[in-house]
């Protein structure tokens, strides 16, 4: 069955910068686009952009352009979001999610990974 | 980007009731072939989110027909009859019609 497995909550420090992974299985991973939301209390879901890991391309919303860096490994299957020069407005639930092409919908969803930004 | 607007933000319902959840967007989702990528999402207390309706009104696998959506253009509606305790959370409606992908802000279901 599918399955992605993210990484564990982190606690980082403002300017910092901080890399999450998420770990498919039960699939193809170079077949369909991996994406990531971003979950704020009371904000809801927020798009963060998306990755081909066949080919390696990438979108991205405008607003995370240069905050969010998207990589995948297609030897281990795993997605991996970088986040750099933090600052408390990153401090979310960050899912990876993977996308159905032509049907337009993500149809399996990581576990979700905390990241806290504090001093 | 398309705006999605959910009303209401919370609902209360008693087991075995039934609720409607609106969802608007800005934009008619009709994309340039002919489908509309309007979809719902459950998440659960401690969880994420998980598909439960995609194109309006196809049920995803695992979800009994309880759950109903309808819907065309730029306003869409979900139905639960019957409501029962694991059909608790928060519902999102969200597009895939126009990138980027957006969603509603979501609607709290909960127990009378």
């Known amino acids: 069955q599918v399955q992605l497995q993210q990484s564990g909550a982190e606690l980082v420090k403002p300017g910092s910068s901080v890399k999450i992974s998420c770990k498919a299985s039960?699939?193809?991973?170079?077949?369909?686009?991996m994406h990531w939301i971003k979950q704020q209390p009371g904000n809801g879901l927020e798009w963060i952009g998306w990755?081909?890991?066949?080919?390696?391309?990438?979108k991205y919303n405008q607003k995370f352009n240069g905050k969010a860096t998207l990589t995948a490994d297609k030897s281990s299957s795993t997605a991996y979001m970088q986040l750099s020069s933090l600052t408390s407005e990153d401090s979310a639930v960050y899912f990876c999610?993977?996308?159905?092409?032509?049907?337009?919908?993500?149809?399996?969803w990581g576990q979700g990974v905390m990241v806290t930004v504090s001093s | 980007d398309v705006v999605m607007t959910q009303t209401p933000v919370s609902l209360s319902v008693s087991l075995g009731g039934q609720v409607s959840i609106s969802c608007r967007s800005s934009?008619?989702?009709?994309?340039?072939?002919?489908?509309?990528?309007l979809s719902w999402y459950l998440q659960k207390p401690g969880q994420s989110p998980q598909l439960l309706i995609y194109?309006?009104?196809d049920r995803f696998s695992g979800f009994s027909d309880r759950f109903s959506g309808s819907g065309s253009g730029t306003d869409f509606t979900l139905k639960i009859s019957r409501v029962e305790p694991d059909d608790l959370g928060v519902y999102y409606c969200?597009?895939?019609?126009?990138?980027?992908?957006?969603f509603g802000a979501g609607t709290k279901l909960e127990l009378k």
């Open positions: 999610a993977r996308w159905r092409y032509g049907y337009n919908y993500f149809d399996y």
């Open positions: 990755i081909y890991p066949g080919n390696g391309n990438t």
């Open positions: 934009q008619s989702l009709v994309h340039n072939n002919g489908n509309t990528y």
């Open positions: 194109k309006v009104s």
């Open positions: 039960g699939y193809t991973f170079t077949s369909y686009d």
């Open positions: 969200g597009q895939g019609t126009q990138y980027p992908p957006t």
